[in-house]
């Protein structure tokens, strides 16, 4: 496998550029093809002055510049000249760039602008000026604008990818009237990067869309087969005499919190109310033209909206999406997908600095007030790219030493760590070559821990990393790429025992003779790598095929994120698209995709392919669907560190539909099911509705309800009469929630932004059986069933206690051993609201409301209304903040 990996990693480099054979005239000379119609925008100097940013387009230096013109469509009508007309002028001085740009419209009283907060998208038309300063053809800055005056800006990279967490500051003032509407942006050099080069040559491009009609229309067009975006830009010339600034930009804050807590006369910790203060603040410097550096000393995110609800009954755990801003902002750089395990997994998973603690107090028959997460002492990040192709990252992040305050049962006060005192970092470098189309990559991580005695179950350092490589050729529509990991942890026996019997590997697995599990050690190495070949663009067809591997001692989830090892996946797509509109529909998708997935010792664990695929009617209606079918396979997880279990063959199939979103009302609903081809099923449906009363209020509405019915529900492992036993259980499980989000913004600077939802899941289990043959042919004869005989219930006295099962396995009349009744019946309720008010430009005052509410029982009933009466009923959690930063750019 890693010869093969090598071997194609060698090859992707020696392809060279892919360069085409010239034609020869009669004379046997090369014929000189004509070249492509060039799309060059030429600036001109900001004189006499500059123009003031107002919308209006009525300085003399806007007349003296040369118009930017011949708009063509890219939507509907791809290659069509736009509907309406479209002009736009630029003009620059020693500080800025100034872009004015005119969009006629012969109805103008159908101009749909609607107001929302900051980088929000809306159904509105918007105009962008899209900016590759670094003239790479791979990264580029954009920047929108609505008619009503809602500004967004992305930074683009790897060419096709975007990043909407960029965050730039920059003016732009839009007017509407009887010709249409105009834009006219000011964007400091100081939020790009160049070169020191006496004339300027940038990639270029504008956008606009004309939303009543679906229009999209390009000054450089890039087709809708292409596989490239910012490759595609035209340039813009003429900027001459400009240096690249000093940057530097300071945003300091306060922030002062008061909560309200459910009071517990008996917790000295729990009296009702607790205030908190701090400070902190955020420092972004230009150590050169290419490299910025962003700080972070002790950051708030109290405005960050919460995490949705769930409840995890696998053995993996749960993946949270990233929110907050230091970490968002220039996420792509870091960003390094493990092989071939989608996109959850990755080397670099920012949730991991500054979460909860690991470690648990001892409440020695008293109280404890453990804290919820770790505190960021000081973070960095040093990012950019220079001219000539080099893309470099580097983050590092020290989090402090968490203590959880403790009262014993004497009323004596003690403090114990739960978390030590932590050190991350990452760092990425990568260098382009052939204008972009081929890469190399190398990526590190680390994590290193001062621990105490009391943690010493934790990693004490873990490090990773690694090389990648990509290669396009063939007019770019053709793609290698591949790269090699390798990941080494350290720490106590007892850490690296939590290591190999983790969810990722299960090394005690009695049956995996590949594996070998040694209770002593005290590291642990592995590797991981992939490789794949896939066609990215050009004419209808795309498709790809992949192969990967992650070795068993394979382990990066101390800054990672990882889910198993262990594992050869090889898998193959293709694709059929026709984003042309034809008669009934505008664009549409076929997929196909199959997969053959085993372990390192050779047992398969998934063999499956699925047909799926998705359309866009004319009426901009559109819908998708699919069907897959699983073969059988072996399930190493299911026991959770016992042996393979013999996993039914299986159908999934999904589906649903969509409404025209440029409606005052817009709709989306889904459906999926999953069944085996024994006993176990589950199915869900799901909504979302959004609905805009008013050009600057939006509400949507997220119902979800799900059912599972799992045949084959890990209970418990136990060791009892001279051996170890497994058990599973029929599983009923019921879950239903409600997402409603609503955005109220009064100014382009000043919203209302509102997040909840109440969840409630139950589940009740059943029928518990001994697994006794767990790889049986006969899916009935892998199971004894626990009959009464064997198993007792025992009530519990107290009303927020479970009850217990006792089990004699032997039936000599005595309990072998016990477990709790496993039924549950979960609610919450989470919610923050958000008042933001950008005062000035680049600094905001926040008003945040987070609220929660929990409530749990042990009676596995499901009923929705009851539940959530009992959820309102429930004391809850309340804190009120006030946040003020202020913008310094000296």
Known sequence: MVGTLRTALLAAVLAGVGVQPALANAEGDPEEKPDPKPYRAQASRATPGTPEIDGELDEAAWALAELVTDFVQRDPEEGAPATERTEARVLFDDGSLYVGIRAYDSEPDKIIGQLTRRDQWSASDWLTVSIDSYYDRRTAFEFRVNPAGVERDMYRYDDTWADDSWNAVWDVATSVDEEGWVAEFRIPFSQLRFSQAAEQIWGFNIERVIQRKNEVVQWKPIAKDASGWVSEYGDLVGINGIQPPRRLEVLPYVVATQGYTPEDPDNPFQTGSEFQGNVGGDLRYGVTNSLTLNLTVNPDFGQVEADPSVVNLSAFETFFQEKRPFFLEGANIFSFGLSGSGGWEQLFYSRRIGRRPQGEADARDGYVDHPDNTTILAAAKLSGKSADGWTVGVLDAVTGKEKAAVIDGDGIRHADVVEP?????????????????????AIVTLTNRDLPASLDYLRSSAYAGGIDARHRFWDGNWELTGQVLMSHIRGSESAIDDAQVSSARYFQRPDASHLTYDPTRTS????????????IGGGHWRGSVRSSWISPGFEVNDLGFQRSADAWRNGAWIQYRDVQPGKIFRRYY????????????????????NVNGSFTLLSYWGGWGGVERQLPGLSI?????????????????????????????AFETGTWGWKDEESSTS???????????????????????????DDWQYLTTEDALGSTHYFTSVLDQKTLYLTTRLDWTFTPNL????????????????????????????????????????LTYEASTEPDEPGTYHVDLNRDGETDFSFDDPDFNFKQFRSTVVLRWEYMQGSTLFFVWSSSKTAYNYTGSFSPLNDFDALRQAEGENYFSIKVNYYLNP
Not at 641 to 658: D, R
Not at 758 to 783: I, L
């Open 421 to 441: 005192l932590t050190n991350y970092g990452v760092a990425r470098v990568q260098k382009d070559f052939n204008g972009g189309s081929s890469a190399v990559g």
């Open 524 to 535: 642990l190495s592995g590797t991981s790598g992939s490789f794949s070949f896939a066609k």
């Open 590 to 609: 076929l997929n196909w995709n199959g997969w053959n997935h085993q372990t390192l010792g050779g047992e398969r664990t998934a063999t499956g392919m």
């Open 637 to 665: 997880q299911t026991l959770r560190g016992g042996p393979a279990m013999k996993a039914p063959a299986a159908w999934n199939w999904w589906g649903g539909f969509y409404s025209d979103d440029r409606k005052p009302v």
């Open 683 to 709: 199915a869900g449906v799901w909504a979302f509705v959004a609905w805009r009363p008013l050009a600057n209020v939006r509400l949507t509405l997220g119902p979800e309800y799900s059912w599972n019915h």
């Open 751 to 790: 919203s209302l932004q509102l997040y909840a939802q109440p969840f409630v899941s139950a589940g009740t289990y059943t029928a518990f059986s001994e697994v006794v043959d767990p790889k049986a042919d006969a899916y009935a004869d892998r199971f004894a069933p626990l009959e009464e005989d064997r």
